[in-house]
């Protein structure tokens, strides 16, 4: 195909072209000999590369051949050197070891002696009477013994050497500088039993004619002091109540055990008071002394950290711990003991935040409350709480005072809320059981479970609350209990609010958060779904009900003797009455009397009956309640003349509002509906007219013609007055002016 083309394209369709032929078949010729000689030339050249190649290769593998043979010669020549070596390397390795043994033997021997030399110093400076010297040197002993352990050695003989020389020389240090504490505490009658102790040791007198004291001896009994007490520190280990407070501390814990344990009289298990009275007296008597002659000492010497009246005071807590632990076990079985122990506890811890300022984390870890809080003694608490706050309930709602309030006597303005004195003591109540938990508590584990009884004691208060109110005949009880209720409910909004109460909120939700981790993932709800601000909003509500319900049984019980006193004056003759200019005084309608009589009595005995905030919201509901009643049965349903419409804007504005004026400044804001309506009767004619045709076109289909605008109803209304009520409504009221 592709020479029929070349053939076609070169001669065409003329014959003429065949001529070209021999020029054709010559270039042809050409083209094949120039195509064999190129040909002929590569193949000469690949042999000589494929030649050149193979020749190469050739090389490459008997030079590989020789250095494999070398190779191999050389692994003999390695073999056998090594074969030479291996006893020399055997006798080498085991020289290395010994000398390694022997390295071990002087390391050990280097500790030894370490060790003795220090023990050995120790001696010389207790000898010399150094005893500051001494305790260094001891602490040297020490550091070897960390340095020891902290490497993780395996020499326990030499550990065990080591820890014996420090106790033995730990005895003899304590001891001595024990016995010269001791010495000076004498000279100062410590331990102050009966009075405060001085706050600062007395100075030596100074004579001419004394020598020279010794180095290592101080004739001034503060300095000594100073001095022991130093060392004592040097000699603490790191323990909770360091070695000086220890010394200080021994005798009041001889004293305490000898008059509270074993068969004293004194040791009585129903008067806790007498151990934590002698505990605080201790405490006062040792403060001041603790404080300025021991505190600088510390001070002084790297320990301004702690606190000398309060590590004394966790040295004095120790010893109520110990007794309480053991005492507890017979007292939870007995309420009334157990009760005041746990009122004297609470009394002395609180002695302790607020008398000596001792930091609540140092309460928290020491304080007695502590062995209070433990599983069985704090359900034993619960229990013994709600047990006797149930019984102070019985007693509260039966008593004869119990829905009085305290200030019942006084005028009105002063007794705003109207408690009565059951809901007061009641709050009282719960007051005293936070301030029983709120600080002593040392967690909020604990604080949670009382708040728990908090909410129950609240819950079983509103069901008393609720039982008498539906079983007691008596009027003034029935207000006494919303008033409680409504007490109740504004205290917990308070509360809610408290900073204490919103941190108890806090772990409340993370206890639940914890506890949905547990629970399949359908059941989990997202924290942020609650609703509720305050742990007391679900019993604010149930309060709040009570409140609600009483004060929507209290409206309707006054609509509907309104509804009954007003049916006279809602069939009134309203389009028949005499105009204004025909009567010489405007009167109130004597059909209008009745219901207003009996609005004013109603209003002025719940007034006299109900705190300010209840009555409050009840007369905005009858306001509310009436002015709907109005406007619906007397100006929707009725015709007025001028004279009937006159008449209902003078009942309205000159009798029915002035009688909230006593409550507001503005009470016919509160009657906007019925305000509204005598508005729209008693326009001028005109105005009611031209409002009345603006009414009627803008209830029309709109114009068609864009270039009218059309007037907005609603502005014209307001214009007049009339806010609330809708343009359709207001026309129909206008249209029931029979002039118009």
């Known amino acids: 195909d592709e020479i029929n083309v070349y053939l076609n394209q070169t001669f065409g369709s003329d014959v003429k072209n065949l ?39 050739e090389s490459a593998l008997e030079h590989a051949k020789s250095l494999d043979g070398a190779s191999e010669t050389i692994v003999l020549e390695v073999l056998s050197r090594l074969d030479d070596s291996e006893a020399p390397a055997a006798n080498f390795r085991e020289l290395k070891s ?87 505490l004498k000279q100062i009658n410590y331990p102050f039993l009966s009075n405060p102790g001085p706050t600062t040791l007395p100075q030596a007198p100074v004579t001419a004619e004394k020598s020279v004291p010794s180095p290592y001896t101080h004739p001034d009994p503060a300095t000594h002091l100073a001095e022991i007490i130093k060392n004592l520190q040097i000699l603490s280990v790191e323990t909770t109540i360091l070695l000086p407070f220890q010394l200080l501390l021994r005798p009041l814990k001889r004293r305490f055990r000898y008059h509270f344990t074993g068969t004293k009289q004194t040791n009585v298990i129903h008067k806790p008071e007498w151990y934590l009275t002698q505990i605080l007296g201790w405490l006062s008597n040792h403060a001041g002394f603790l404080e300025h002659t021991i505190q600088p000492v510390l ?45 004297e506890v609470l009394l002395f811890d609180r002695e302790l935040r607020v008398a000596y300022d001792i930091p609540t984390p140092v309460l928290n870890r ?20 709600k047990t006797c706050a149930a019984e102070r309930l019985d007693t509260l709602m039966t008593s004869e005072e119990a829905w009085r309030s305290k200030l019942s006597d006084v005028s009105d303005d002063i007794d705003e809320m109207m408690t009565p004195q059951c809901a007061e003591t009641f709050v009282t109540m719960l007051q005293t059981i936070t301030d029983r938990y709120y600080k002593n508590l040392p967690s909020w584990e604990e604080q949670l479970q009382f708040l728990d009884l908090q909410i129950t004691l609240l819950d079983d208060f509103r069901i008393r609350l609720i039982q008498v109110l539906r079983s007691s005949p008596r009027e003034e009880i029935e207000f006494a209990i919303i008033n409680a209720a409504r007490y109740v409910g504004t205290v917990l909004l308070e509360w809610g609010e408290n900073l204490f109460f919103l941190q108890l909120k806090y772990h409340k939700d993370s206890c639940k958060q914890s506890e949905n981790t547990l629970l399949p993932p359908f059941l989990i709800f997202p924290a942020n779904e609650t609703t509720d601000n305050t742990v007391f909003d679900v019993i604010i509500n149930l309060y709040d009900r009570i409140c609600s319900e009483a004060i929507e049984s209290q409206v309707q019980l006054i609509l509907s003797e309104i509804h009954e006193k007003c049916k006279s004056y809602m069939y ?24 207003l009589a009996v609005l004013q009595d109603r209003l002025h005995f719940l007034e006299m009956r109900l705190c300010r905030e209840l009555f409050s919201q009840l007369w905005r509901d009858v306001a509310e309640n009436v002015d709907v009643f109005l406007f619906n049965e007397v100006i929707v349903k009725n015709h007025f003349n001028s004279g009937g419409a006159a008449q209902l804007n003078f009942d309205m504005n000159r009798n029915l509002f002035p009688m909230f004026g006593h409550y507001t400044s503005k009470p016919d804001n509160y009657f906007k ?50 806010n609330l009520i809708l343009p359709k409504q207001a026309l129909d009221i206008i249209k029931r002016r029979i002039e118009w």
């Open 366 to 385: 020491c304080s007695p409350v502590k062995v209070l809080t433990q599983p069985h003694c704090m359900q034993k608490w619960l229990n013994i709480e």
């Open 98 to 184: 010994k000398i390694d043994e022997i390295e071990r033997y002087i390391s050990y021997l280097k500790w030894v002696a370490k060790i003795e030399e220090t023990s050995g110093g120790v001696q010389q400076s207790i000898l010399s009477d150094s005893m500051h010297d001494a305790c260094l040197t001891f602490k040297t002993l020490v550091n070897h013994h960390t340095c020891l352990t902290d490497n993780q050695t395996k020499c326990r003989n030499l550990v065990t050497f080591l820890q014996e020389t420090i106790m033995f020389w730990y005895k003899i240090l304590k001891d001595k500088l024990t016995r010269d504490l001791d010495t000076i």
């Open 572 to 595: 009134e003759g309203w389009l028949a009455l005499p105009t204004a200019e025909e009567q010489l005084v405007m009167v109130v309608s004597q059909s209008a009397c009745p219901m």
């Open 299 to 343: 001070d002084e010497n790297g320990h301004g950290h702690i606190d000398a009246v309060v590590m004394f005071t966790q040295g004095l807590l120790k010893l109520i711990e110990d007794k309480l632990t053991v005492d507890i076990e017979d007292l939870i079985y007995v309420d009334d003991l157990f009760s005041h122990v746990v009122d």
């Open 673 to 722: 509906r019925v305000k509204e309506g005598c508005i729209l009767l008693n326009l001028s004619t005109g105005s009611a007219l031209l409002l009345r045709e603006v009414l009627e076109e803008s209830l029309k289909n709109p114009t068609l013609d864009s270039n009218i605008k059309p007037v907005d109803p609603q502005n014209a209304l307001n214009d007049i007055g009339v």
């Open 19 to 57: 001529k070209k032929i021999e020029e054709l078949f010559e270039d042809t010729k050409k083209t094949c000999e120039n195509l064999k000689r190129k040909l002929d030339l590569a193949k000469q050249e690949r042999g000589e590369k494929i030649a050149k190649a193979i020749s190469t290769s």
